[in-house]
Structure formats: structure tokens, C-alpha cells
């Protein structure tokens, strides 16, 4: 369960102040994502790395960008949180086909003040 | 784009009873079903799964039930215990190349009393 690893654990942020979430996996997996979770709804999907190749959801705000340097890290980056943008975010690793088991790492609790 | 949803969002029970939680899904390429246990403030565990080629799948106390004729599937809990106490959320994946893209159910809130 720790072979997906999310830092920080939590994040507090002021409104407006870019903040970036890291997530590293030691799975050597190929597909990573972002889900943002708010208090008492499901996970959401942000967008996914297959490999390089960036997927970004359709309903995904502008201000949500991020970064996949190799395969074993990425990087979420929130340009100018708000308040609504409070919230989990869990960074997720699958091997890809044969290997769909989605596993999350320990998520970001982000407080934007 | 698929669309999950789940029943019942709260779910209370006596220790020793069974609890059933079901969810159902609109998009028939969907091929993958897991669920995912979450306690306050961690995050979301997979506990079973299963795919769309198989109609029932067990482990120990929990079993999944799938039908994809109707687009429904359903998680059991048996001899529930107090630390079975959680939200449980149903998710489905699409078919091709959507591994781990998955979309979640509304999440059941499940206690279990002692």
C-alpha cells in the first residue's frame, strides 16, 4: 500500500497562491491519475498519464495542471486556488492492460485559508 | 459518459448481519467493477473486484454480484463486524484502453452496531 506516495500529507494554501502536490509510485506503472475528492462525495477523475500522453477530463477547471517528469513521479499544480478547490486529492497507479487494479496513495488533504 | 449510482446512501446494521449495497450503470462497454472501501480521513481501498465475463466473485465475508444484462451489480457483506464500519463506494471502468478511469458510485455510509 505505501508503493504510492503522496506528499504532503496535508497542504494548507492561501486563496490565489499556486500550490503543487506531488505523487510518486515504485510500481513502474505506466498510467498514473489525479482524483479530487470533496468532503462526503466520491472521487473525481482530473486527468491521467498514460505514459506521457496527457488526458485531461472534459469538465476539468483551467486552473488544474500537471506534470509527469518520468514514470515514476507526478505532479499536480492548482494556479490559483480557491475556496471551492478544497478538498482530497488522490493520486492513483495502474499497470495497464491485464494489471486494472487501481491502487491510491495515502491523498493531500488541501485547505485553502 | 457512464453514470453510477448506488443504494442505499446510508446503511445500518447489526454486528453478526448481513448488509447488501447495490449500484447499477448506464454505459454496457463498461467491463470492470471494483469497490473501494473508505474510513474516515484514508484513503480508498479495494477490497473485490470483478469483470464483466464472470457473474460472482467471493473473498472470506464479502462476495460481488454482477448482472450485465441489467447494467446492476451488488456488494455482500456477511457476519459484518464493527470495523466494517465505512463508506463504501461502487465503480465502473470502460472497455478498450480506460484502465483506472473509473467512475464512482455516490458512496454508502455503512455502520455496523455491536
Known amino acids: 500500500d505505501a508503493m504510492v506516495i503522496q506528499n504532503p500529507r496535508y497542504q494548507v494554501t492561501q486563496f490565489g497562491k499556486p500550490v503543487t502536490l506531488s505523487c510518486s509510485q515504485t510500481?513502474?506503472?505506466?498510467?498514473m491519475y489525479w482524483y479530487q475528492q470533496k468532503s462526503s462525495q466520491a472521487p473525481k477523475l482530473l486527468f491521467h498519464?498514460?505514459?506521457?500522453?496527457?488526458?485531461n477530463e472534459a469538465d476539468t477547471p483551467d486552473n488544474f495542471q500537471s506534470r509527469r517528469p518520468n514514470t515514476s513521479f507526478c505532479f499536480l499544480d492548482i494556479r490559483s486556488p480557491g475556496l471551492g478547490d478544497a478538498a482530497m486529492y488522490l493520486c492513483a497507479s495502474v499497470g495497464g492492460y491485464g494489471n486494472e487494479k487501481l491502487f491510491f496513495g495515502s491523498g493531500t488533504q488541501l485547505s485553502v485559508l | 459518459g457512464e453514470n453510477v449510482e448506488q443504494h442505499p446512501s446510508t446503511l445500518s446494521v447489526q454486528e453478526g448481519d448481513s448488509a447488501v449495497i447495490k449500484c447499477t450503470y448506464s454505459d454496457s462497454a463498461s467491463n470492470y467493477f471494483p469497490w473501494y472501501k473508505q474510513e474516515l480521513g484514508k484513503r480508498p481501498q479495494l477490497i473485490i473486484d470483478?469483470?464483466?465475463?464472470?457473474g460472482e466473485k467471493k473473498d472470506q465475508r464479502i462476495a460481488v454480484t454482477l448482472n450485465k444484462t441489467a447494467k446492476h451489480f451488488s456488494l455482500h457483506i456477511t457476519e459484518t463486524q464493527p470495523e466494517d464500519s465505512a463508506v463504501y463506494f461502487c465503480a465502473a471502468e470502460p472497455g478498450g484502453t480506460s484502465y483506472g478511469k473509473l467512475t464512482f458510485g455516490q458512496g454508502t455510509i455503512l455502520t455496523v452496531h455491536p
Open positions: 470483478i469483470r464483466s465475463n464472470v
Open positions: 498519464y498514460y505514459d506521457k500522453d496527457f488526458n
Open positions: 510500481l513502474n506503472h505506466n498510467v
